[in-house]
């Protein structure tokens, strides 16, 4: 249950858990592998003796007790579009037979909200930090109930929702609800919301179902969360099914942040010593008193999006009714301030199966040593570098240039100012763009700054002198040189392109600190360029590009100094002939468990130092089973160690992106971005063990074969691109309408486009529009991640009928597992959408990575009019493609 708006569009993708961190299996021996959960060791249907009751309410009156509940009442709908009132009358809320009964009702004809219902809440009269929250109740069914005992913060200490956090003891939607194919609708849910203001707010849960088919609408049942400092647990009949746990993270020698060893929950506010906006990764905000609230909603953004949609009038036409049997709040004795000392747990309660990953973002690290290159202007805006205007109040132009194409002209006129590009949180407007200080020490020997530039105008004072000027660490540092100064040893000709170069390690020698540069700068000196206009492009920091590096484990033949290796089993993994691949490694794995892989030879000392890769590079292989394991429970693992096992991730293989599980006899790529394994904890500059096995001591039988398994860069040496459509739709694609059943169509749009994918929103249903990839395809864009972008062509052949509208691009990953929404304008310098006319619009990756989107496995991409404001558009698409730019 919530307060705001949040979208629920698929609502199975929010208690989806893909934890990358591995259950620890050493690369020697079978140490430390899956623990199975063991029920005896505590008693899980007593809390401990330390738990001690201090507020409860067991109903066991004939009256609701005023002294600890508050009636809610309004019409409001819960923030969530519900289709109840919420009254204190008696015919929704009352006790009897030592039970609370919330009942929704059909409400009178005419009435502001087709449904009566009750919402109580505790607030300022049971109050709680910390505490064993017990709740027994039976739940309501049908199509449209949702059910709650949730908490929400008394004091909003972090700001509103979500920021101060809400906790969903136990939630239902649905419930006994049969779908087309049979499935009745028989889990509860157990959540936890934070994060940033909506709607970029974050949760993160999990669902429970019953053991053998029981309902939760048929009978009573005990639901409860544990609620210590920094984890919630959550039961069900005093089962313990899920745990989350604040973010830990992890530092590097100096002490800064460089990931997360646990993903959980996060705080955002602002730092009361400086003011600014800071991610937090502390029990907050989940470290502030709470209140109970129970409720029944009917109707809203979940209940009616999801089992068989809406609500059925049927099922509520004599009431439903939420019944509560008592709440219990228990305070541990053990320590009342942390709450720690009392767990119910057993063991494995923090296995993958329980433990929830967390929507926390995952910190990088000040500076990493690794060389990189940045471009901050090329044709296309870099929404972390807008162009600038520091003190005279203009906005520099992006204009068409018939030598360069796009550059930014900039123009000064009587008042003082410099001009150029900044990346300081107080100018970036772009809501795509974050502050991005520019680390070039690593480049410092052979990189330079360089950009080209062609004068209009020169300034009406002839006395002026062109200068360059570059800024680090809000202006901490600084070098100020004469263009003349550069590499080339020119001053600015009118009318002319010319290049100016200004090698790092000059820079550095004239005072600037490279490791954190945020400004760069080209104009007259000051208060003499009135007059002067000028144009910039191939604004870059970068030094040459050299040899990329790349480990070879089996190409055409096996790496002597990377031997294929059986760890425990006792084999001799073997060469032998692919009729589809040649040359190939094979591995056989009989009754004794082991991992195989590639692995050099011991005491040789020879690992691979990855960091260079770290940003494009991956890990990938071609693997093909011959023999699939015995066992047909066996789940196909993958799993890197650093440094004699000091560092490790262990995955399933179906989480390279592919996405799909082995399928014998069939050749498949598996793909594990090098910076996804770092921020799951790998230190990528040591590996010295690469596994790919079926899970510990379910393989044998198994016997598979890998090829083409290296480290490395896809995109070195060149720009990769993956066209999605041009002139056609490509193989593995379809045009798509996501919900009013028409079908866009492939039609020609005349030179120079040619064929174009046309979409059309006829009328009602409203829809969305776009390109959906087949079931098991989706685009892997991690290697361009620095440099590549979404882009596409697009013009608006009929407008709306209703008028105005907002336009949209959104791209989702398979199952909406992730997804980003942006408006389309920000894709085209917020350039307005002209009908009849085209225009070209570019999403960068970094910006839709930095949102959320899973890059590694792209599956949909869509543009479409604002939801309910399509009606009678048409509109025409071309030239889509993930591209490196």
Known sequence: MHNNNIKRSRISALFITLGLAGFGLSACGGGDVKTNSDFTTVDPTEPVSDWQLVWSDEFDGSTIDTRKWNFEVNCQGGGNQEKQCYTDSSENAFVSDDTLKIVALPAAEGAEQPYTSARLNSKM?????????????????????????????????????????????????????????????????????????????????????????????DDFHTYAIEWQEGEFRWYVDDYLYATQMQSQVRFNSRGEPVGLRHRGWFAEFFNQATGELEVNYSPAPFDERFHLIMNLAIGGTWPENVNNLGIDADALA???????????????????????????????????????????????????GVARNLTI????????????????????????????????????????TVMGFISRAAFITDPNGVPSPFDASPIIENGAVSFDMKVLSPPSNPDSTWLFKIESNEASTFA??????????????????????????????????????????????????????YLLTNVEIAAPEGASPELVLFGDEQNPDWPMWDCCGGTTPVEVQDEEHGNVAEFSIGATPTVMGFKPPDGSGIQFDASALLIEGVVQFDMKVVNAPTNPDSVWKFKIESDGASTAVEVDLTTGSGGVAPVTGEWATYTFPLQTLAD????????DVVMIFPAWDTGNGAVYRVDEARIYNPSAGGNDSITIFENN????????????????????????????AQFEIPGWPETVLGFLADEGVSVDASPMLANGAISFDMRLVNQPTAGETTWLFKVESTGAATAVELPLISGNYDAPIVAGEWATYNFPLQALFDAGLDISDINVIMVFPAWGTGQGTVYQIDNVEIANF
């Open 125 to 217: 009269k049971g109050d709680f930090t910390y505490g064993r929250i017990e709740v027994r109740a039976k739940m309501p069914s049908g199509q449209g109930t949702w059910p709650a005992v949730w908490m929400m913060p008394t004091d909003e200490v972090y700001g509103g929702w979500p920021k101060s956090g809400e906790i969903d003891i136990v939630e239902a939607v649905n419930l006994k609800t049969e779908d087309a194919e049979g499935n009745v609708e028989n889990r509860v849910y157990g959540t936890l919301h934070y994060g940033r203001d909506a709607p970029n707010n974050s949760s993160s849960g999990k669902a429970y179902a019953l053991p053998d088919g029981v309902n939760p609408a």
């Open 318 to 368: 004599n009431g439903q009714t939420f019944e509560i049997d008592y709440i219990r709040v228990y305070e541990c004795a053990q320590n009342p301030n942390t709450g720690r000392g009392c767990e119910t747990i057993r063991a494995g309660y923090k296995d993958e199966e329980t433990l929830v990953e967390g929507d926390a973002p995952i910190p990088s690290p000040p500076s990493d």
């Open 377 to 416: 202007f090329d044709g296309t805006p870099n929404p972390n570098w807008p162009a600038w205007d520091c003190c005279a109040g203009s906005s520099p132009e992006l204009v068409e240039d018939p030598e360069r194409g796009n550059a930014y002209k900039f123009v000064i006129g009587p008042q003082p």
């Open 480 to 533: 100020e040189l004469p263009l003349s100064a550069s590499a080339e040893g020119v001053s600015p000709a009118v009318g002319e392109w010319q290049t100016f170069t200004f090698p790092l390690q000059m820079l550095a020698d004239a005072g600037l600190d490279v490791s954190g540069i945020d400004v760069v700068m080209v104009f007259p000196a000051w208060d003499t360029g009135n007059g002067a206009e």
């Open 680 to 687: 799951a904890g790998l230190d990528v500059s040591a590996i």
């Open 729 to 756: 739709i490509t193989s593995g694609w379809s045009l798509w309408d996501c919900c009013a059943g028409t079908t866009p169509q492939v039609v020609d749009a005349g030179a120079p486009y040619g064929s174009v």
